[in-house]
């Protein structure tokens, strides 16, 4: 079977850059390709993020070189060097930030190279063409420049101080709470977090990032490049593992953490106690509502491997839902198809979901229908159900399809506004449990 698009639910290297650069406090983004490019895709992350909005110098304020036919034969960096200084001149940056496209590439222009002339007005440049990869990879490029080349090295480490990666701004559309929601947690073991995206970062701040005893990377596919940047050129090791969701999750996270940076077991037993006591404090209010009108699902979970496993372990194992189906977006590699799929098998539910690595609507909905019985025109048959979708926009449809439940929390988001929830930790698992819930008693 030929490959195709369908729906698809990323977008491209220079998609990704956008995105991310749109996060950096003061960053400005200088894109070297045709006009719409830059417009088209820092829409679809505004409206496509929960309505994230395009940030200091995003949509149609991007800076582009708007190259046409003519610099496509003879060549652009004329046209790129020209809009650097314009942008330079006209908009107040900490940092600017040239990004290349397909066109630009394709015909061998050097954006990265133009860029490097005007390093003392704190211009970098990154090859992000779209073809390199998907939205992803475009994060992993911006932050692996910026180490590189804004972080300063330092051979002085600060032993409880970490760098936080794998969160990708707008592509996760709970960025920004996810991230908040971790720092506080870490913040209450005695740990500093640096987030490039966080509250209150700067790119003074970020200068610093080398000081960091270790890097802490919550995705399998994305900031891994990035966190080898951090150990090649800084020596600062690193670690992955999982977005936190709910209090198992926490506890393992708080721990892992502890050990890598001698942190005192007692004070982690201690903070965990305590987010663990405030947790069940909001959750038992809704517990005989729970058990009294049956709020117990088959769950399917369609999402990127960042939220797959941790929202299937928190439903499982804090809802007691059935983990019914599993489709990952981001892994294409077998290995790493394998590695992941083996994560499953520490749920302590009887019940493990089937789990499957696609991307494609029509291939889910068809795995899905295969992993039910059919009807076969029996007289008594049990429907796959009562059922509960957790995914993107895209999945609502699907939903319906089978009368469940549905939340829409990976990308593509389109139908919620999101501010400043997150959905990691032991307050973000609150927040979690309520969206899920508020939708069931909501089509009561």
Not at 149 to 176: A, C, M, Q, W
Not at 347 to 358: D, G
Request: net charge neutral; glycine share 10%.
């Amino acid at each position: 079977m030929s490959d195709f698009i369908e729906k698809s639910k990323f977008s491209c290297v220079l998609g990704g850059a956008l995105t991310t650069i749109a996060a950096i406090p003061k960053a400005v983004p200088i894109v070297h390709a045709s006009g719409g490019c830059a417009t088209a895709l820092s829409a679809t992350y505004n409206l496509s993020a929960g309505y994230r909005g395009v940030g200091y110098c995003g949509g149609n304020m991007i800076p582009t070189s708007n190259i046409s036919q003519s610099h496509i034969v003879f060549g652009g960096e004329e046209k790129l060097q020209e809009q650097i200084e314009s942008t330079i001149k006209y908009i107040k940056g900490d940092i600017y930030i040239v990004l290349s496209g397909c066109q630009t590439e394709l015909i061998g222009d050097d954006p990265v190279g133009v860029a490097s002339r005007y390093r003392e007005d704190n211009v970098i440049g990154v090859n992000t063409p779209g073809f390199k990869g998907n939205t992803l990879r475009g994060y992993d490029e911006v932050l692996g420049v910026l180490i590189r080349e804004v972080v300063k090295k330092s051979e002085v480490k600060e032993e409880k101080t970490i760098n936080l990666l794998g969160i990708v701004p707008g592509h996760d559309v709970f960025y920004r709470g996810n991230i908040e929601q971790v720092k506080q947690l870490l913040n209450k073991i005695g740990v500093k977090v640096n987030t490039f995206f966080g509250d209150g970062e700067s790119l003074e701040r970020i200068k610093d990032y080398g000081k960091a005893a270790l890097t802490v990377v919550l995705s399998v596919t994305a900031g891994q490049i990035a966190a080898k940047t951090f150990e090649r050129v800084h020596k600062i090791p690193y670690i992955t593992t999982e977005l936190p969701i709910g209090p198992k999750a926490s506890e393992s996270f708080l721990q892992l953490i502890g050990k890598k940076l001698g942190i005192n077991k007692k004070l982690i037993d201690k903070v965990v106690e305590e987010e663990t006591k405030y947790f069940y404090s909001y959750l038992e209010r809704i517990v005989e509502a729970a058990a009294d009108l049956d709020f117990q699902r088959y769950a399917l979970v369609i999402t990127d491997s960042y939220y797959a496993y941790p929202i299937t372990d928190f439903i499982s194992e804090e809802l007691g839902w059935i983990p019914h189906f599993v489709s990952i977006n981001d892994i294409s590699d077998k290995k790493q198809q394998e590695e992941y799929k083996r994560k499953f098998e520490k749920l302590t539910s009887i019940t493990k979901p089937q789990v499957i690595f696609e991307d494609k609507l029509g291939q889910v909905a068809k795995q899905l229908r295969a992993s039910w019985p059919s009807k076969d025109n029996k007289k008594y048959y049990d429907a796959l159900g009562p059922l509960f979708v957790i995914g993107s926009v895209v999945e609502k449809n699907l939903a319906k399809q089978y009368g469940a439940g549905f939340l829409s929390v990976a990308f593509p988001v389109s139908n919620r506004v999101v501010l400043n929830k997150g959905y990691g930790g032991f307050r973000g698992a609150l927040s979690l449990t309520e969206d899920i819930l508020s939708n069931l008693v909501e089509s009561r």
